[in-house]
Protein backbone atom coordinates (compact mmCIF):
# COMPACT_ATOMS: atom_id res chain seq x y z
CA UNK A 1 0.00 0.00 0.00
CA UNK A 2 1.27 3.35 -0.85
CA UNK A 3 1.71 5.83 2.03
CA UNK A 4 0.02 8.90 0.56
CA UNK A 5 -2.98 6.17 -0.13
CA UNK A 6 -2.22 4.91 4.05
CA UNK A 7 -2.26 8.16 4.66
CA UNK A 8 -5.90 9.14 2.94
CA UNK A 9 -7.48 6.31 4.91
CA UNK A 10 -7.47 9.16 7.74
CA UNK A 11 -9.47 12.11 6.04
CA UNK A 12 -11.86 9.42 5.02
CA UNK A 13 -12.95 8.16 8.63
CA UNK A 14 -12.58 11.40 9.40
CA UNK A 15 -15.40 12.18 7.40
CA UNK A 16 -17.35 9.11 7.58
CA UNK A 17 -17.07 9.78 11.51
CA UNK A 18 -18.17 13.08 10.90
CA UNK A 19 -20.96 12.41 8.78
CA UNK A 20 -22.46 9.49 10.83
CA UNK A 21 -22.52 10.83 14.05
CA UNK A 22 -23.47 15.03 12.38
CA UNK A 23 -25.56 15.28 15.18
CA UNK A 24 -23.63 14.84 17.96
CA UNK A 25 -20.28 16.88 16.59
CA UNK A 26 -22.54 20.05 15.32
CA UNK A 27 -24.38 20.02 18.34
CA UNK A 28 -21.31 19.95 20.87
CA UNK A 29 -19.66 22.33 18.43
CA UNK A 30 -22.61 24.71 18.31
CA UNK A 31 -21.63 25.57 21.74
CA UNK A 32 -18.65 26.97 21.38
CA UNK A 33 -20.35 28.30 17.97
CA UNK A 34 -22.68 30.43 20.13
CA UNK A 35 -20.11 31.45 22.59
CA UNK A 36 -17.47 32.81 20.25
CA UNK A 37 -20.26 34.62 18.13
CA UNK A 38 -21.42 36.55 21.47
CA UNK A 39 -18.17 36.85 22.96
CA UNK A 40 -16.15 38.09 19.95
CA UNK A 41 -18.83 39.98 18.19
CA UNK A 42 -19.98 42.06 21.79
CA UNK A 43 -16.64 41.90 23.58
CA UNK A 44 -17.37 45.49 25.38
CA UNK A 45 -21.14 43.91 26.56
CA UNK A 46 -19.98 40.63 27.84
CA UNK A 47 -18.88 41.15 31.46
CA UNK A 48 -15.74 39.50 32.05
CA UNK A 49 -16.60 36.80 34.57
CA UNK A 50 -19.18 35.29 31.89
CA UNK A 51 -16.95 35.52 29.62
CA UNK A 52 -14.36 33.58 31.58
CA UNK A 53 -17.64 31.30 32.54
CA UNK A 54 -18.47 30.78 28.93
CA UNK A 55 -14.70 29.60 28.17
CA UNK A 56 -15.30 26.88 30.83
CA UNK A 57 -18.71 25.88 29.64
CA UNK A 58 -16.65 25.55 25.81
CA UNK A 59 -13.76 23.68 26.90
CA UNK A 60 -16.44 20.92 28.87
CA UNK A 61 -17.93 20.86 25.36
CA UNK A 62 -15.13 20.25 23.59
CA UNK A 63 -13.49 17.82 25.84
CA UNK A 64 -16.80 15.74 25.83
CA UNK A 65 -16.94 15.44 22.29
CA UNK A 66 -13.77 14.21 22.36
CA UNK A 67 -14.16 11.46 24.71
CA UNK A 68 -17.76 10.37 23.00
CA UNK A 69 -15.42 10.51 19.47
CA UNK A 70 -13.08 8.61 21.07
CA UNK A 71 -15.32 5.88 22.05
CA UNK A 72 -16.68 6.02 18.89
CA UNK A 73 -13.60 5.77 17.13
CA UNK A 74 -12.25 2.82 19.14
CA UNK A 75 -15.10 0.58 19.22
CA UNK A 76 -14.26 -2.91 18.28
CA UNK A 77 -10.40 -1.74 18.71
CA UNK A 78 -7.47 -2.85 21.05
CA UNK A 79 -4.50 -0.23 21.67
CA UNK A 80 -1.21 -1.33 20.60
CA UNK A 81 2.71 0.18 20.40
CA UNK A 82 2.94 2.58 17.62
CA UNK A 83 6.31 2.05 17.02
CA UNK A 84 6.36 -0.81 14.10
CA UNK A 85 3.75 1.47 12.60
CA UNK A 86 6.23 5.05 12.89
CA UNK A 87 9.08 2.95 11.68
CA UNK A 88 7.68 1.21 8.62
CA UNK A 89 4.62 4.49 7.93
CA UNK A 90 6.17 7.88 8.65
CA UNK A 91 6.33 8.79 5.30
CA UNK A 92 2.68 8.32 5.91
CA UNK A 93 2.57 10.40 8.82
CA UNK A 94 4.60 13.26 6.86
CA UNK A 95 1.71 13.38 4.67
CA UNK A 96 -0.51 14.04 7.57
CA UNK A 97 1.78 16.98 8.78
CA UNK A 98 1.28 18.03 4.83
CA UNK A 99 -2.59 17.95 4.57
CA UNK A 100 -3.53 19.38 8.14
CA UNK A 101 -0.64 21.95 7.30
CA UNK A 102 -2.50 23.24 3.99
CA UNK A 103 -5.76 23.30 6.16
CA UNK A 104 -4.29 25.45 8.73
CA UNK A 105 -3.05 27.72 6.22
CA UNK A 106 -6.29 28.25 4.19
CA UNK A 107 -8.66 28.17 7.32
CA UNK A 108 -6.44 30.00 9.80
CA UNK A 109 -3.72 31.91 8.23
CA UNK A 110 -5.86 32.82 4.86
CA UNK A 111 -9.21 33.01 6.21
CA UNK A 112 -8.64 34.47 9.66
CA UNK A 113 -6.00 36.94 9.10
CA UNK A 114 -5.55 37.41 5.28
CA UNK A 115 -8.93 38.03 4.39
CA UNK A 116 -9.64 40.28 7.75
CA UNK A 117 -6.66 42.25 7.02
CA UNK A 118 -8.24 43.18 3.84
CA UNK A 119 -12.15 44.56 5.81
CA UNK A 120 -12.76 47.26 6.66
CA UNK A 121 -11.69 48.12 10.72
CA UNK A 122 -15.56 48.17 11.50
CA UNK A 123 -16.34 44.93 10.21
CA UNK A 124 -13.17 43.00 11.08
CA UNK A 125 -14.90 41.84 14.49
CA UNK A 126 -18.29 40.84 13.01
CA UNK A 127 -16.12 39.00 10.59
CA UNK A 128 -14.14 37.30 12.89
CA UNK A 129 -16.94 36.20 15.27
CA UNK A 130 -19.27 34.87 12.15
CA UNK A 131 -16.44 33.02 11.01
CA UNK A 132 -15.50 31.27 14.24
CA UNK A 133 -18.98 30.49 14.27
CA UNK A 134 -19.17 28.79 11.01
CA UNK A 135 -15.48 26.84 11.65
CA UNK A 136 -16.04 25.39 14.88
CA UNK A 137 -18.71 22.72 13.76
CA UNK A 138 -16.79 22.19 10.60
CA UNK A 139 -13.00 23.09 10.30
CA UNK A 140 -12.17 22.48 13.91
CA UNK A 141 -14.38 19.48 14.52
CA UNK A 142 -13.03 18.12 11.72
CA UNK A 143 -9.74 18.50 12.86
CA UNK A 144 -10.58 17.13 16.42
CA UNK A 145 -11.50 14.25 14.74
CA UNK A 146 -8.67 14.15 12.32
CA UNK A 147 -6.22 14.21 15.17
CA UNK A 148 -8.39 10.53 16.94
CA UNK A 149 -8.37 8.87 13.42
CA UNK A 150 -4.71 9.44 13.32
CA UNK A 151 -4.16 8.32 16.90
CA UNK A 152 -6.33 5.62 16.00
CA UNK A 153 -5.03 4.40 12.62
CA UNK A 154 -1.02 4.78 14.32
CA UNK A 155 -2.11 3.19 17.83
CA UNK A 156 -4.73 0.65 17.62
CA UNK A 157 -6.17 -1.95 15.34
CA UNK A 158 -9.34 -3.84 15.08
CA UNK A 159 -9.60 -6.73 18.13
CA UNK A 160 -9.11 -9.61 15.55
CA UNK A 161 -6.17 -8.21 14.23
CA UNK A 162 -4.94 -6.74 17.80
CA UNK A 163 -5.01 -10.82 18.66
CA UNK A 164 -2.92 -13.60 18.21
CA UNK A 165 -3.88 -16.12 15.20
CA UNK A 166 -4.05 -18.95 18.56
CA UNK A 167 -6.57 -17.05 20.10
CA UNK A 168 -8.96 -15.36 17.26
Known amino acids: MSELKL ?8 WRCYTRHLGLVV ?9 RLVVVNWTDEVPPALATASEVVVLAAR ?3 LVLVWRIAMAGRALRSGRDFVRRHWRSLLWQVVFLGAAFAVFEVV ?15 TYLAVLLFVKNPTV ?4 FLWWIGV ?5 SAEVSEALPASRR
Open 27 to 35: GLSLIASVQ
Open 63 to 65: VLL
Open 151 to 155: IRQVF
Open 7 to 14: ALEVPRWT
Open 111 to 125: AEHLVSALLPPSARQ
Open 140 to 143: IALT
